[in-house]
């Protein structure tokens, strides 16, 4: 059973083997669970898609504001975003908001790209990347991940 949580309610929501997780609507607010855009997150909704996504992975863009390769890799990652849902939720995470969630994630360089699963950081990588580097590499992160769970 996969488990994914509601970007605009913050419900969590079961999407059965078998069934497209693209189509699904939240059991509470009747919202899509997948937009094909990445969502921007505060610390809390940050640490609630991480530890309560189960059968998926989440790939969180590390940015500020004032950084320019995190400005110019914003529309790279939400081209990104298209590719790699529903097998990764991708988040966004303003780190100059959210400072203590970037120094508990030991960010030391923007923009900077991590992937959970399970809730816990299975890679990690920093710098500008185009879309089809992005998707590339959280793909071959996610296949690693699973392999090292099996």
Request: net charge positive; proline share 7%.
């Amino acid at each position: 059973m996969r488990q994914f949580i509601c970007p605009v309610c913050g419900a969590a929501n079961r999407a059965p083997e078998g069934k497209d997780p693209l189509a699904a609507k939240c059991g509470r607010c009747g919202e899509r669970l997948f937009s094909g855009h990445p969502i921007e997150v505060t610390g809390a909704q940050f640490k609630s898609h991480v530890t309560s996504t189960k059968g998926a992975g989440v790939l969180v863009d590390v940015w500020a504001p004032w950084c320019g390769p995190c400005r110019a890799m914003a529309p790279q990652y939400a081209a990104a975003a298209q590719a790699l849902e529903p097998q990764a939720r991708l988040l966004k995470l303003n780190s100059d908001a959210e400072p203590a969630i970037a120094g508990e994630l030991g960010i030391s360089g923007i923009p900077a790209l991590l992937l959970f699963e399970d809730g816990k950081v299975v890679a990690r990588t920093a710098g500008l990347m185009r879309a089809d580097q992005i998707v590339a590499w959280a793909r071959q992160a996610m296949t690693q991940a699973s392999s090292r769970a099996h």
